[in-house]
C-alpha cells in the first residue's frame, strides 16, 4: 500500500468522488472481502463488489487474495493508498497563471499546484526520498509585515546563494505565507 496515490486521470476521480465508494475505500484499509465490508457498512456483498469494482478499475484498490467459501471463490481486496490526492490538472487552469505579484495569493495557488505536481512524479514507493515538511505558525503586526517579507526574502536568498551550486542533490525549495483562518473557520 503507497502513502499516496496521485489521481490525475478523471475516470479516477468518478471513481472516487462518491460518498458510498468513500466509505468502502476506508473500509478496505486493511485487506477484506466483499462480505466482510457489506457486513460493516450494512449492505449486501453484491452492491459493495459493486464499488469495489469500480474502485478496482480506476487502480484504487486492487484484489490482494483469494479464498474458497463454501465452494465458492471470495476475493480479497485493499485500498491501494492511505490516502488519495487530486491533481488540479483535473479541472484545469482557467486563466492565466499569477506568477508576475508574489504576495498575491493566485501565486501562491500556482506554487502549491507545481509542488502537488513535482510530489507526485516522485517514487513514493522509495523509503528513502530525502524531504522534511515543516509547519508552525507567525504573528506579525501590520506596521512589522514588511519588515517580516524582507528578512524571509532575505533568509531565503542566502540559503539558496549558499546551497545554489552544481554539486550535489538537486533540491525543491517552496516556502508558503498565508493568513490563517480562525479555528472554527476551518472545517
Known sequence: ?????????????EALLKPQRIE???????PRSCTEVAVELGQTPQ??????????DAGLAGQVAERRVRGISEGIYRAT?????????????IGLPQTRDRLS???????????QADIAALDLTRPDLPS???????????????AFLDELQHTLQDLFTRY????GDAFRLAVACYPKGAPDDRV
Do not use: C, F, N, T
Not at 24 to 30: D, K, M
Not at 83 to 88: F, Q
Not at 105 to 115: A, F, I, K, M, N
Not at 164 to 167: T, V
Open 164 to 167: 545554489g551550486g552544481a554539486d
Open 81 to 93: 493508498g492511505r490516502s488519495y490526492w487530486l491533481s488540479p490538472g483535473l479541472i484545469g487552469r
Open 24 to 30: 468502502v475505500l476506508r473500509q478496505l484499509a486493511e
Open 132 to 146: 522534511v515538511g515543516m509547519s508552525g505558525d507567525i504573528r506579525v503586526r501590520p506596521e512589522h509585515r514588511k
Open 1 to 13: 500500500m503507497r502513502d499516496v496515490v496521485y489521481l490525475d486521470r478523471i475516470e479516477q476521480a
Open 47 to 56: 452492491r459493495v463488489y459493486y464499488h469495489v469494482k469500480r474502485l478496482v
Open 105 to 115: 495569493l493566485g501565486y501562491l495557488v500556482d506554487l502549491l499546484e507545481g509542488v
